[in-house]
């Protein structure tokens, strides 16, 4: 029961922060540096505009991937053995989504540009990255553990 409550906390806190920061740029915030500026960026298509030829229907293909997700991440006990990442993946992904349904694109803000180009992100893509990472160390923390009983 605790790790549910984590996992729900977790994702609406993510996605509800995420749509905060968002809502920030779509009202008209903006701040450049030398290193990063933080404006407003419509992406069409996912890291690095990929697929945005796709156009409606990329939507449609992401709600799908989070739908097998959440099957596999329950199949596999990830929901309840990593309840803080999975909240994190599941926010962002579904702020992301959100947001294709609602501006037709995801709405990114963080453009780095500091002695390269970078792609524009935003919060949520950080939550996915985080819980990714996340939970891929502490599958191979536990690889090594089992290999070396």
Not at 71 to 76: D, H, L, N, S, Y
Not at 113 to 137: E, P, Q, S
Request: aromatic share 18%; hydrophobic share 55%; net charge positive.
């Amino acid at each position: 029961m605790r790790s549910w409550a984590i996992l729900l906390l977790s994702l609406v806190g993510t996605f509800i922060i995420d749509q905060s920061i968002k809502q920030m740029f779509l009202d008209g915030y903006y701040y450049a540096s030398s290193c990063i500026d933080f404006e407003l960026h419509f992406n069409k298509g996912v890291a690095f505009s990929m697929f945005a030829f796709l156009g409606d229907y990329l939507k449609w293909l992401q709600l799908l991937m989070v739908l097998l997700l959440i099957v596999i991440a329950f199949k596999e006990k990830f929901l309840s053995n990593y309840p803080l990442a999975m909240g994190f993946l599941l926010g962002g992904a579904i702020g992301n989504l959100y947001d294709r349904f609602t501006h037709g694109a995801v709405v990114d803000y963080v453009a780095w540009h500091c002695g390269f180009r970078f792609a524009v992100f935003n919060y949520a893509d950080i939550a996915i990255d985080l819980a990714v990472a996340f939970i891929a160390l502490s599958l191979f923390l536990k690889s090594r553990k089992d290999k070396s009983r």
